[in-house]
Structures are given as C-alpha cells and as structure tokens.
C-alpha cells in the first residue's frame, strides 16, 4: 500500500500501521461520547524509534479534533505529581489523582480528557515504589475505563519489555487492547531508497534497502535518517568503486551512531572481522552496504574484474533459491505445532512469523533468498534476537523461531537466473549488531561459549544453589519471586535427571521453587524436564521455566562470572554494552517468569483434587485406608486384598443382621455403612489419574524429605495419602472387636445348642471365624488392618449386648449343670430333655435367661427331694418334671401365678 501521512508526522507505512490508528481513533472516540458497549484502556509498544512518540502526537492532535481536550506526559510527570502532594496511594486511588491532575493541566474542563503517558518503562519502578498494588498499579485505572466510571481515558506507551508484562498482567490484560507497532517492512524500505534514488541505479536498490534494515533494525526515525543522510553516498560511492565505498562505511557520522549505549549502527570492529574471512578484500564493502543475495554479474561490474565463486566462511556462493513466503509458510506450520505441544498462546505464532519475515525479507532479493542450511540456521538465531527487541513481553515468540531446524523444513526450491554471493546471515549481523546480537557477558565473552558452557556444566548442586540466589538479586527476580514465595534454583537441562530427587526433595520439604532449566545447545530438542520434577512442582507450587539457548547461554555467562570470582569478571562490575546485554535479557527472563507464573493456577492437578474431595466426603476415614493400601501395597496386590476384606465386610455385614435380630439390638450405623469396593473403585479411578499424569512419581520421593506438618504441600488428604506426603493413622483397631468375640465363643461353648442359644452359639463361632479371616489380613500391611477393622465394625457395633446377654446365661447354666449332675442320672437325663425342649421353643435370649434363672431353683428343689423322697420319690420326680415343662408358659399371668403355687404345692 502507498503510504499516507498526517501533519504531525505519523504515516500509515503499513496496513498494520492503519489499523492500529483507526482502532484507537475508534476507542478513544466511543469513551469520549460514552456510546460503546464496553470499554478498553489501549495500550501502544513499540521499541524506541519505531513512532511511539509520533503516533501519540497525532491522537493528540486527534483528540482535539473530535471536540475534547488531550494531554501527552511522560509517566515521571505524573509521579512527581503523586509524591508531591499524597506520598502514597492506593490502586484504587489512581482514576481520581488523574482527574486531578488533568484539572491541574488543563483547567476546568468538561467532558473527558484524554491522558496520553509516554516512556511508562523509564519510571514504572518509581510508580510500583508509590502506589499499592496487588497485580499492576494502572489495575484501578483499567477498571474504572471498562466501567467509564472516571473523565480521564489513559493510554499508555511502552517499550517492549518485561514492565510491560507486569503493568498488563492478570486482570488488567482483559481490560485493556495492547497495540504492537510493527518494523518498517522491507518493500516500504525499498520504496524510500529508490526515491531518494530518483530511480536510478535499480539494480542496488533492493540491496541497499536490505542494508537500511539491517542498520535500523526497521525502526522507521533510524531509517529515514539513513535514507536521507547515507543511502546516496553510497549510491555515489558503488559506482566510483569498492575503496570509495569502503571510506563511506568507514568515515560516515551517521553508520556511527549508537541506537544503545555500545550497538552502534555499523560496527567496525565487525567490519575488520568480515575483511579477515574474505580473500578478496574489495569484495568486502560491496557485500558489506549490498547483504543479501547479489548476483555475480553485477559484483563483477562493480569490482571491474570477474569473479569466480570458491570456498569461503564469511560469503556463501549459489544458485539454489527458496521464496520467502514459502519458507515462512513452512515455519509457521513447524511453530504452530510446537507451540500447541508447548502451550504457547497463539499471538506467539504470529510474533515469531513477523519477526522471521521481516529478517528473512531484509536478505532477500526480488523475494528470494539463498538457500543453504547452515546460513539460514544463522538467520534464524537473528529473527530470535529481533523477537527478543520487539516483543520482549512476549519470550515464546523467539523460543518458536530457536525451534526451527532446516534439515526439517521442506519449502519448494527454485533457481536464481544466475549464481550470486551473499555475506552469510551471521556476519552481516556482526556488521550491523543487535542489542542482543551475543548473550555472552563479561569474562564469558572472552572466554567463549565453549569453554564457559564446560566450566558451567561442571557445578555441583550446591554450587548453583548458591549462584542462583546471588543470580535472582542480580537480575533484579527476588521481589516478583518472594511475592510467589518461590526462590530461583538455576541448573542445567542436562543435569537435571541426576539432580531431580534432590531437588524434588527440596519442593517437598517446604520450599517451591522457580526452576530455570538452561539448554544453551539450540541442537538439543528432546525433552529435557523429567516427569518427576514437573509432578511435585505441581504439587508444591513450585514452577518449571525452560529457557531458550540465547537465554541460557546468557545465564551461563552470569554463571560462569560468579564461578571464577575474581574482581573483573563478577556480574555486579559489569559496564557498557554489557550492562545493556543484561538489562536486555533481564526483561526477557523477567517476562518469562511472569509468562509462566500466569499460567501456574491452570493445574491438572486441581480437578484431581476436586474429586479426591468429593471420594473425602463420601467415605471419610474408608477412602484413607484404601489410599493407604494402595501406597503400601501397589495397586494390583491392593486390589486383591480389598476384594478378601469386601468378602469378609458381607459377612461381618450379616452376622451383625443376626446378631441385632437375637440381641434385640438396633443397628443404628448400618444403613451408613459404605462397601470397601466401591470406595476402592472411587481411589482407584483417583491413583490411575495420578499415575497417568506422572504424580505418584512423587511417592518415590517423599518418604525420604520430612514431608509433613507445616512443610507438607497442601494438597487433598486423600491424594497427600496416596502420594505418600502424609502417613496415614488408622483410627479403627481390631484389637477390641477380637476380644469380645474371643469372650463371646468361649460363653457359647458352655451353653445348650438349642434353639435362639444355638443360634447365639453358631453366630458367635462364625464371628470367631470372620475375626480370625480379619486378623489374618491384617498381618499383611497396616492399611489392611485399618481396613479389615472397618470391614468388621458392624459386628463391634452388636456384639456387646450379645456378649453381655449369653455372660449372663452363661453364669446361669453353670449354675444349672452343677444342680444337674447331682442329680440321679434317669432324673437328670429326663430333666435335661425337658429343658432342651423348652428352649428349643424360646424365641429370645432375656425369655431364655429367665427360663434358666427358674430351671436353677427348681432343680435345685429336685435334688433337695431325691435325697430325702424315699418310695414317694418316683411319683415326686414325675410331678416335678411336669411342673419344669411348665416353666414357661403363654398363660396370663394370673394363670402363671397360679401354677407357680401348684408347683410349690406339688415339691411340698
């Protein structure tokens, strides 16, 4: 599209650019006529240089427009205002301080006014220090905006950085639209050079607009001012010849401008690099203002001479091509997948995509690009870095572009007409640096990646624990950590299988951890965090953040500072452009730990805990024990052993249905009483989720880090049961219930077989028997015996009364028997005959003990006779029978009394 600008100096380069200006011009105008459904407080980022300032000047300029009053500060101002006049305030305090100030700026104004806040980045810290806060000081601001309960609308302007993340974080993101301003696209670039041009030399244009890319980094002040200063002197310089071009690259001001502290736009340094790797020096200017793929003929008419492609490490010589759009086609299909496997947010997709094109584009020609595995490997690591500058609020967007490899991209092949030169991706970069172009810092930058990877990977545990704590107060991570109640413990991808139980262990005793994984080799792509690690930092709270090469190589830099020690390699002496390095790759690993701990309450574990609550409520101390065999046990072996104790919890179930029936017992918990496998069945759906999520990896753990009290993680009984992290109490005991049975067979072996004491004799041996089973099971693990005590509980519930009740005939018979046996024998055998009738006809153990209380005294008078009776004796005796037959009666009880004074007629 042609590009459309305003009197204030804002120009629609892009299509991108057009819609960020109408859709706030659209926002702000429906706040300021309160005729929108809903409202947003906008949000602008940018870095600096890419219009930013610009583009607020024209909504100022706007806001007059529409009839209302606009004014563009710069966050400092604003706090300055705060201290000033409160000191202090609150989040909510925010929208009405605003009111006040617009008034202060403005005068009485009606209506609202709009408060445009440019460089929020530079003095965010100092509104954090003034105003409390529970997530981002401007949450007070948004919310009033999204209910248009305040006169001021505000718009914020940041840098990309982790401020960014962290001002826009949580509940102020869904009230708020954050607008990213993109690069200046290349074909935009190439349209600028080829007017200044006038449209002449066409041929260099598209080359010389790939070297303003680079140079600017597609920031449209850095590369208007090198298309009006420098484009045309080289231009000039490209047709006079290489040393001509060379002195431009060399002697211009403007190439030697910084965009930060120590990244000047052309490094030198770079440059003398570049004329080492290359045999023909005068070819090293040419390529150095022309990156990209630049055909032989036309290097050949430069130089004067020839030139014949050969082996080289700084220039790649070929003729097979791939078109941008195709290759970025490719690699959004590989990011797309991994971020999905990775659970990136999509808006991550698309940064990675913008960013790779608009540094695929910038060494392009006519659309294509050399293509050559190693070369675009280099490329690749650049479009991270650009990421890295543009959406420092956004670390997956340069994690998705490290994930690229080129052996497993297949975009279609084409042919340049013919052979071309291009300087390799890895060099032009050296040549134009990026903020971010090397992570290494300090003594590290020295030294190399490779020996500082070595010195790194060669720490103990306790050595990182200890540089992570120094590394979190460097890098200023201690507050957002602490407010988590998390300390950083940073150890390398390759390490951390070995150092996994220790550091699980670490988690479980009482302090989660931000475990930053360090991976420097981008060739590495297979898992790295165990299972194990990411199970009990679920559990724990703990989190596990994975950073990407350059990120890691960074923190080894840091690492490898802190191991050697001596003064001029400690981090904290860091000056320069090394200090620009850190502070770069701060935000980056800042914004990423914000990243992941946004994303932390999103726990598998949490609806596992939500059912093992509901299987708590259900079976109460039942779930525990069968939690508990299955952490003892193993489940296979549990389930076996539960469906013994579910058998013998039927049959304690019926003897107890017995029992209440002859003891005249209610069985007042039996109706509440849940089977053992259906409470089995319920833990076991919970373990087997556990298991397939990789958290009773944990069990392994525990039993060895002190897991209990205060520092267990809090986590469902249930699960903490079936995690090991707590130890499970049985309350129920077999002890009491075997003792009482144990009584109660030896009651029933000296009582009549006969009638309900049969019955009360058989029940109470198959209660021994059930016991014996339970105690038998019992034996097996302590779980089992909790659960077989439960399984039998409704017999403990019953016994009592039937033990109590057959004591009491148990005494009574005993009685009984001694009056028998001095009996005559033919008496006595008639007198037992009579009795075992009798009570085969009772239906309850009190009639039974009553029957026997009066058997006693009669036999007793039976006796007393037989001794003296003499010839009468017989005729006694059959009377005196007769009258034990009637002992028990369903006569009246006037009718019983009568016979009773029969009876004592009949023995006178």
């Not at 990675?352 to 690591?381: C, K, N």
């Amino acid at each position: 599209m042609e590009a459309s600008c305003f009197e204030t100096g804002w120009c629609d380069l892009s299509e991108e650019h057009r819609r960020i200006r109408t859709e706030l011009e659209e926002l702000i105008t429906s706040y300021v006529k309160g005729n929108a459904a809903e409202y947003w407080m906008p949000v602008v980022v940018a870095p600096y240089g890419s219009g930013k300032t610009t583009l607020l000047r024209y909504l100022e300029r706007f806001v007059e427009s529409i009839g209302a009053k606009a004014i563009r500060v710069e966050l400092a101002d604003i706090v300055e205002y705060i201290v000033e006049r409160y000191g202090s305030i609150h989040e909510s305090e925010l929208p009405k301080i605003l009111e006040e100030y617009a008034r202060e700026k403005l005068g009485n104004v009606s209506g609202v006014v709009v408060i445009l806040v440019d460089e929020v980045e530079e003095s965010y810290d100092l509104l954090r220090g003034i105003v409390e806060y529970e997530t981002s000081p401007f949450r007070g601001v948004a919310e009033a905006i999204r209910t248009r309960s305040t006169s001021v609308y505000v718009v914020l302007a940041f840098g990309p950085s982790s401020t960014l993340k962290e001002a826009v974080f949580g509940p102020v993101a869904w009230r708020s639209r954050v607008f990213t301003l993109p690069l200046l696209p290349k074909p935009v670039i190439e349209r600028m050079v080829s007017e200044a041009l006038g449209g002449e030399f066409p041929e260099v244009s598209s080359l010389l607009a790939n070297m303003v890319w680079w140079a600017s980094k597609g920031r449209i002040a850095w590369a208007r001012m090198l298309v009006d200063t420098v484009v045309g002197k080289l231009a000039a310089a490209l047709k006079q010849g290489p040393e001509h071009v060379e002195t431009v690259l060399l002697g211009e001001e403007a190439l030697a401008r910084e965009i930060v502290e120590g990244v000047p736009l052309f490094d030198k340094a770079g440059y003398r690099e570049a004329r080492r790797l290359i045999e023909d020096k005068k070819m090293v200017p040419l390529l150095a203002v022309l990156p990209g793929p630049v055909p032989l003929s036309l290097l050949g008419k430069l130089l004067g001479y020839e030139v014949l492609p050969e082996a080289s490490l700084a220039v790649v010589y070929s003729r097979t091509a791939v078109r941008v759009e195709d290759l970025l086609s490719e690699a959004e299909t590989w990011m797309t997948r991994y971020a999905r496997a990775k659970g990136f947010q999509a808006s991550s997709v698309e940064h990675a995509v913008s960013a790779l094109e608009h540094t695929a584009l910038a060494w392009s020609r006519d659309g294509l690009i050399v293509y050559d595995p190693q070369a675009l490997r280099e490329l690749f690591a650049i479009a991270a870095d650009v990421a890295r500058e543009i959406y420092g609020d956004d670390p997956h967007a340069a994690q998705l572009i490290e994930s690229l490899n080129p052996d497993l991209l297949s975009p279609p092949l084409e042919r340049f007409d013919e052979p071309v030169a291009a300087l390799r991706p890895g060099i032009v970069a050296r040549l134009y640096p990026m903020a971010s172009s090397s992570p290494l810092v300090g003594c590290a930058r020295r030294t190399g990646p490779g020996q500082v990877v070595e010195v790194v990977n060669s720490l103990s545990l306790s050595e990182f624990s200890e540089y992570s704590s120094r590394l979190s107060e460097f890098l200023g991570l201690n507050e957002l950590l602490e407010k988590h109640g998390l300390k950083l413990a940073a150890v390398p991808a390759r390490s951390l299988q070995s150092y996994a139980q220790e550091l699980a262990c670490q988690m479980l005793s009482g302090e989660p951890l931000a475990i930053l994984v360090l991976e420097p080799d981008a060739g590495r792509r297979e898992r790295q965090v165990p299972k194990l690690l990411e199970a009990v930092a679920d559990i724990t709270g703990s989190v596990v953040i994975e950073a990407g090469p350059r990120l890691s190589l960074f923190v080894y830099s840091l690492l490898y500072g802190f191991s050697v020690a001596t003064t001029g390699c400690l981090p904290e002496n860091l000056s320069g452009h090394d200090r620009r390095t850190v502070n770069l790759y701060a935000d980056l690993l800042r914004s990423l730990v914000i990243e992941v701990l946004a994303s932390r309450s999103i726990q598998e574990l949490s609806s596992i805990e939500a059912r093992a609550q509901v299987v708590e409520r259900e079976y109460g101390e039942l779930g525990y024990a069968v939690a508990a065999l299955i952490r003892e046990a193993g489940l296979e072996p549990a389930r076996k052993i539960a469906a013994e104790i579910a058998s013998l919890q039927q049959r304690a179930r019926l003897l107890a249905e017995k029992t209440a029936g002859i003891a005249g017992v209610e069985q007042a918990g039996a109706a509440r009483t849940k089977t053992i496998s259906k409470a089995f069945s319920s833990v076991e759906e919970i373990y087997t989720t556990l298991e397939e999520k990789g958290y009773t990896l944990v069990a392994n753990v525990s039993p060895s880090c002190g897991a209990s009290g205060a520092g267990r993680p809090r986590v469902a009984r249930l699960v903490a049961v079936l995690l090991g992290l707590e130890k499970y109490q049985a309350e129920a005991s077999l002890a009491e219930a075997a003792s009482l049975t144990e009584r109660l067979a030896a009651y029933a072996k000296h009582i009549p077989r006969v009638g309900i004491l049969g019955e009360a004799a058989k029940i109470a041996e198959e209660m021994k028997a059930v016991m014996s089973e339970a105690e038998r099971i019992a034996k097996t693990s302590p779980s089992a015996g909790a659960l077989a005590a439960i399984a039998v509980s409704q017999i403990t519930a019953v016994v009592p009364k039937l033990a109590e009740e057959l004591a009491a005939i148990y005494r009574v018979y005993e009685g009984l028997e001694v009056g028998l046996g001095e009996l005559p024998s033919d008496l006595r055998k008639k007198a037992e005959e009579a009795i075992a009738r009798d009570l085969s006809s009772i239906a309850s153990l009190t009639d039974a003990a009553h029957y026997l209380s009066k058997a006693v005294g009669l036999v007793n008078k039976l006796r007393t006779l037989s001794e003296k009776g003499g010839a009468r004796i017989e005729e006694l005796k059959k009377k005196i029978i007769e009258a034990i037959d009637r002992v028990i009666s369903p006569q009246a009880p006037v009718e019983h009394a009568h016979r009773e004074a029969s009876e004592e007629a009949v023995v006178g």
